[in-house]
């Protein structure tokens, strides 16, 4: 009897949820994804999985990055791109990263890869392959832009596993210490890298404040959607000053209390959490060149004479 | 004439992995003339609940009538939804931005499109309702006082003539006097001009005082929503999800069990005195 009853509620359940899904209403998706957007933007596109790639040193994805890029250009043979996509699958796979995140920072690099892959086509000379009405593609041609397509392609999805496994106070941290010998010939390393992230901090604070105070003005019924380009400059008027005003006030209070915590710039600063390689980053680091050597080998055995 | 909410449900960032349900089939119904309190701790959905009443957010699913008319349907005019349901933020002082007082409070009527004259004598009644001095109209609102500035704040959404008042933690950061005066005005406020009134606070004393109604928030869902009274006889659970009830209440339950006869109802201090008072006089 009892279990009836619960099984009458989950259907009930069941068909409220259904009937909640029919109703949907439009504008709503639309608006997230906007929000969504003004969220590719900016850097803070962390993607929070338990994962090896996540938990190694920045210093090291910093390096592996590099060493990607490097290797993507250094060789060019089918082969060698063979051996890429294959590490390049894998570290995406060890990521736990959805590859739907992964392709979205390709979305804005569509227009580009466009143009690269429209103009190699058929500006390369060599030996015709096909005659579209005046323009001509050749056999070399064909190879360059599949080439070039290819590099942009992962050029963006080897930093974007970068960029969504590391949280950019760790990238500025790896960043400081990567770049550390710079001090030495008084190039401002700390500094830098204080200011990097204290403005990715910021970022998605500022996106906060600012949708608080848009929301705030809307509730008074501004607009800042109608209008002409002037119109909307000065629509923006009661967005912007209460946005300067509460960045100041932000800034006034985080240097308030970094100098409260005796903050004095990174003369014998110490961390919290040192960055020391683990056993794990020293293993990466050996993949890494163990990725280069085979990347050179395969780069020197032909296939189908490329 | 009243907002009515229907099986209102709300995901934040849907489809990643931040998503959240922030509202879950939230089915309420705001009556004309009525003071209502909103109650629960962070995160459990009041302010994001607020923000649709007057269209700032829009549900994921589910439908808002005002006064009979589905907010959500194509073409309905939001601009005077949001002037008919005026919503003040929490902080409400950070969106002030004109070069002075009186300027800002004419910017919500300025924007419905009244003529000059009306917006000026709204801004003048609404900075009267707040009760802010004449002397400060012409001054940058930067130089007043947090009291002071909250009111204006206030008075910028009490231009715009709504008739349902959404408060959103009014009184977060102000010293006790200050913190009554601005509940004393938009009490007086609700009996004078006969508005809907939406408080949101975190302090169950205030509520208990000002408020007939109270809905308690608790994960996105409604948990209680029933008279003070009644609310509060429900402490034990108010506590489970971190909410209290007022102190006079604890007081009275403890009276109680000591065999004290009185009503363990009362939630002000007022009512507890007599209360008190004549359980005292039935002993002597």
Same mark, same amino acid.
């Given at each position: 009897?009892?279990?009836?009853?619960?099984?009458?509620?989950?259907?009930?359940?069941?068909?409220?949820?259904?009937?909640?899904?029919?109703?949907?209403?439009?504008?709503?998706?639309?608006?997230?994804?906007?929000?969504?957007?003004?969220?590719?933007?900016?850097?803070?596109?962390?993607?929070?999985?338990?994962?090896?790639?996540?938990?190694?040193?920045?210093?090291?994805?910093?390096?592996?990055?590099?060493?990607?890029?490097?290797?993507?250009?250094?060789?060019?043979?089918?082969?060698?791109?063979?051996?890429?996509?294959?590490?390049?699958?894998?570290?995406?796979?060890?990521?736990?990263?959805?590859?739907?995140?992964?392709?979205?920072?390709?979305?804005?690099?569509?227009?580009?890869?466009?143009?690269?892959?429209?103009?190699?086509?058929?500006?390369?000379?060599?030996?015709?392959?096909?005659?579209?009405?005046?323009?001509?593609?050749?056999?070399?041609?064909?190879?360059?832009?599949?080439?070039?397509?290819?590099?942009?392609?992962?050029?963006?999805?080897?930093?974007?596993?970068?960029?969504?496994?590391?949280?950019?106070?760790?990238?500025?941290?790896?960043?400081?210490?990567?770049?550390?010998?710079?001090?030495?010939?008084?190039?401002?390393?700390?500094?830098?890298?204080?200011?990097?992230?204290?403005?990715?901090?910021?970022?998605?604070?500022?996106?906060?404040?600012?949708?608080?105070?848009?929301?705030?003005?809307?509730?008074?019924?501004?607009?800042?959607?109608?209008?002409?380009?002037?119109?909307?400059?000065?629509?923006?008027?009661?967005?912007?000053?209460?946005?300067?005003?509460?960045?100041?006030?932000?800034?006034?209070?985080?240097?308030?209390?970094?100098?409260?915590?005796?903050?004095?710039?990174?003369?014998?600063?110490?961390?919290?959490?040192?960055?020391?390689?683990?056993?794990?980053?020293?293993?990466?680091?050996?993949?890494?060149?163990?990725?280069?050597?085979?990347?050179?080998?395969?780069?020197?055995?032909?296939?189908?004479?490329? | 004439?009243?907002?009515?909410?229907?099986?209102?449900?709300?995901?934040?960032?849907?489809?990643?992995?931040?998503?959240?349900?922030?509202?879950?089939?939230?089915?309420?119904?705001?009556?004309?003339?009525?003071?209502?309190?909103?109650?629960?701790?962070?995160?459990?959905?009041?302010?994001?609940?607020?923000?649709?009443?007057?269209?700032?957010?829009?549900?994921?699913?589910?439908?808002?009538?005002?006064?009979?008319?589905?907010?959500?349907?194509?073409?309905?005019?939001?601009?005077?939804?949001?002037?008919?349901?005026?919503?003040?933020?929490?902080?409400?002082?950070?969106?002030?931005?004109?070069?002075?007082?009186?300027?800002?409070?004419?910017?919500?009527?300025?924007?419905?499109?009244?003529?000059?004259?009306?917006?000026?004598?709204?801004?003048? *009644?609404? =900075?009267?309702? +707040?009760? %802010?001095?004449? $002397?400060?109209?012409?001054?940058?609102?930067?130089?007043? /006082?947090?009291?002071?500035?909250?009111?204006?704040?206030?008075?910028?959404?009490?231009?715009?003539?709504?008739?349902?008042?959404?408060?959103?933690?009014?009184?977060?950061?102000?010293?006790?006097?200050?913190?009554? *005066?601005? =509940?004393?005005? +938009?009490? %007086?406020?609700? $009996?004078?001009?006969?508005?809907?009134?939406?408080?949101? /606070?975190?302090?169950?004393?205030?509520?208990?005082?000002?408020?007939?109604?109270?809905?308690?928030?608790?994960?996105?869902?409604?948990?209680?929503?029933?008279?003070?009274?009644?609310?509060?006889?429900?402490?034990? *659970?108010?506590?489970?999800?971190?909410?209290?009830?007022?102190?006079?209440?604890?007081?009275?339950?403890?009276?109680?069990?000591?065999?004290?006869?009185?009503?363990?109802?009362?939630?002000?201090?007022?009512?507890?005195?007599?209360?008190?008072?004549?359980?005292?006089?039935?002993?002597?």
């Amino acid at each position: 009897m009892r279990y009836y009853a619960e099984n009458e509620n989950g259907q009930a359940d069941r068909k409220s949820a259904a009937k909640a899904g029919a109703g949907k209403i439009p504008g709503a998706r639309h608006r997230e994804r906007e929000k969504a957007m003004i969220r590719d933007i900016t850097l803070g596109q962390y993607y929070p999985a338990d994962s090896v790639i996540h938990k190694l040193d920045p210093r090291v994805k910093l390096a592996g990055t590099m060493v990607f890029i490097i290797s993507l250009f250094a060789f060019r043979s089918v082969s060698a791109y063979v051996v890429a996509t294959l590490a390049l699958a894998a570290v995406i796979h060890i990521s736990k990263v959805p590859l739907k995140f992964m392709m979205r920072g390709l979305k804005s690099i569509l227009m580009l890869l466009m143009i690269t892959v429209v103009f190699n086509l058929f500006l390369i000379p060599g030996t015709p392959v096909l005659h579209l009405w005046k323009l001509t593609v050749t056999k070399e041609g064909i190879e360059t832009a599949a080439f070039m397509a290819i590099r942009l392609v992962y050029l963006i999805l080897g930093s974007s596993v970068m960029t969504l496994t590391t949280t950019p106070n760790n990238l500025t941290d790896g960043l400081e210490k990567a770049l550390r010998p710079l001090g030495k010939i008084h190039v401002p390393v700390h500094e830098i890298s204080m200011i990097m992230s204290i403005a990715l901090r910021f970022i998605p604070i500022l996106l906060d404040e600012t949708d608080k105070i848009m929301k705030a003005q809307m509730a008074r019924g501004a607009d800042f959607e109608s209008g002409n380009l002037i119109q909307k400059a000065k629509n923006m008027v009661p967005l912007l000053v209460p946005l300067f005003i509460s960045a100041f006030r932000r800034a006034n209070d985080l240097a308030m209390a970094m100098e409260a915590r005796g903050y004095h710039g990174g003369e014998g600063r110490t961390k919290m959490k040192p960055l020391v390689y683990a056993s794990r980053d020293k293993a990466a680091y050996a993949v890494m060149a163990g990725y280069l050597i085979v990347m050179f080998a395969a780069s020197r055995i032909m296939i189908f004479g490329f | 004439m009243a907002i009515r909410i229907e099986h209102l449900n709300y995901v934040y960032s849907e489809g990643t992995a931040f998503e959240k349900h922030a509202l879950k089939d939230i089915n309420l119904e705001l009556f004309d003339g009525q003071f209502i309190g909103v109650i629960g701790h962070t995160g459990s959905g009041k302010s994001t609940l607020i923000q649709h009443l007057n269209g700032l957010l829009k549900g994921t699913s589910g439908a808002i009538y005002y006064n009979g008319k589905n907010i959500y349907e194509e073409g309905y005019d939001l601009r005077t939804l949001r002037s008919k349901v005026g919503l003040v933020f929490q902080y409400p002082e950070h969106q002030l931005f004109e070069v002075d007082v009186f300027s800002d409070v004419c910017f919500g009527p300025k924007n419905l499109g009244l003529p000059k004259e009306e917006v000026e004598r709204r801004a003048k *009644e609404a =900075l009267r309702l +707040v009760g %802010l001095k004449e $002397k400060h109209y012409r001054k940058s609102p930067f130089e007043l /006082s947090g009291g002071q500035k909250r009111r204006v704040a206030i008075a910028g959404i009490l231009a715009m003539e709504p008739d349902v008042l959404v408060l959103d933690e009014p009184t977060a950061g102000l010293d006790p006097k200050g913190r009554d *005066e601005i =509940l004393d005005q +938009v009490a %007086l406020l609700h $009996k004078e001009k006969h508005i809907t009134v939406v408080l949101v /606070s975190h302090s169950m004393e205030d509520v208990a005082r000002y408020v007939e109604r109270i809905i308690v928030m608790n994960k996105g869902q409604v948990m209680f929503d029933d008279t003070p009274q009644q609310v509060f006889q429900h402490y034990r *659970e108010l506590e489970s999800v971190g909410l209290a009830a007022p102190q006079v209440t604890y007081l009275m339950h403890d009276l109680k069990e000591k065999g004290w006869n009185i009503d363990p109802q009362a939630t002000t201090v007022e009512e507890a005195a007599e209360s008190i008072f004549a359980a005292l006089h039935k002993k002597a």
